[in-house]
């Protein structure tokens, strides 16, 4: 959803609360100042970002039913800095119902770097830094069940469509004519597990900044994959139920750890909550 900010709001600053000392720092260019690592645990260095309530809610359900990000904790300042984050990035990864929602009108927004003068920096940041306009996308689907994504074939992406190793072979060869590419994982029925993990680094790509709900995030975990989490903690409770958080699927075997690297305070959140932006970093197992 398109949000309109006042540059004036964008420039208000946001105190560095960990590592001490407390200092301020301007929100804007707030991650695209910090060079990410190019390198993680399986080749490329991949990292998520969510928002969420103080009660943990990254969705709720919306009037038709779905789940979707809570309006009263999605805000511009996150929205910024989820822009930054992207703008680093050469790969983005999606899930088969990011895919549906686009074609469905209820996405979120099409795949970030947003367009206009407010995320111009971004882009100039991009060229720079050598990166194309827009990242490629990789996305995750076992069903196959979601039409060629128009408009970002239009923006002439490549899109990699990660699935199982018996995918629905007319879906498949759909997807493909349309010119996406279909790459099926040897030894799983859904993306996951190692498959999924040398997949990723086969790739090539340097920085894959994961975009997914809970579920994959899940899958993420089980195989420790992600070696960065940002988290946007709006200081709002929202209870709801299903109950979403960031990691949803069965116990992990093993947890997943992780150190906190920064933390900043927002005083100025949605309708005068707080909030907080935090990265966490993955411990080495
Ligand atoms: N607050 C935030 O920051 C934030 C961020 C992201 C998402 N969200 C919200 O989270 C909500 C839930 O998202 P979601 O339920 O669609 O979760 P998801 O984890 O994004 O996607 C689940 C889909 O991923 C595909 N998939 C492929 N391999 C998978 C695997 N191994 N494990 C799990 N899924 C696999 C499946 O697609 P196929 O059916 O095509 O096989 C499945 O439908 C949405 O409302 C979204 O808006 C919030």
Redesign the pocket.
Known sequence: MPFTVSSSAMTECISRIFPAPVEQAPLHGLYLTEALPTQGKYGPYIYA????SLDGR??VPDPTG????PGHVANPRDWRLLQELAGQADLLLS????LRELKAGTA?DILPIGSGPKFADIHEYRRKAGLKPQPDVAV???????PPPLPLLEQGRRIIVLTGQAPDPARAAALEAAGLEVRPLTGVD???GLALANALAQLSYRRIYV?????????LMAQHLVDSLFLTTVHRLLGGQPF?SICEGPLLSCPADYRLAHQFLDPVGPDGCSQTFSRFDRLAP
């Open positions: 970002n969510y928002v969420t990254i969705a779905q789940q979707s990000v899930s088969g119902r990011y979120q995750l689907s076992e069903s196959l069940d979601f859904r993306p996951g975009i997914t709900g809970p579920y994959v995030m899940h899958t979403s």
